[in-house]
């Protein structure tokens, strides 16, 4: 999309967020309250507002600045599978 995108100067930023808490969690396991926070449990995850920041600084770079890929992890989060719960 960049590619195709950048003869006409538009800008594509990509944002990838690492595990953030949602409602997501009580949808896959159906409601189940339990196993929802055990996805959280021990840990700091990134909420919706973290997300929202990151987007707001990309966009409000300036003209001549495409932030081309941003990967967002809470601090506990070092891969998608290696977490260091508390």
């Given at each position: 999309m960049r590619i195709d995108l950048n003869k006409h100067n538009i800008k594509v930023s990509q944002i990838n967020p690492g595990l953030v808490e949602t409602n997501f969690s009580m949808v896959r396991f159906k409601n189940d309250q339990e196993r929802s926070n055990s996805v959280y449990a021990g840990l700091n995850p990134l909420v919706g507002d973290d997300i929202a920041?990151?987007?707001?600084y990309?966009?409000?770079?300036?003209?001549?600045?495409?932030?081309?890929?941003?990967?967002?992890?809470?601090?506990?989060?070092?891969s998608s599978t290696v977490l260091n719960r508390k």
């Open positions: 920041k990151v987007i707001s990309v966009i409000n770079c300036p003209e001549n600045v495409n932030i081309s890929d941003i990967t967002v992890l809470a601090k506990s989060q070092a």
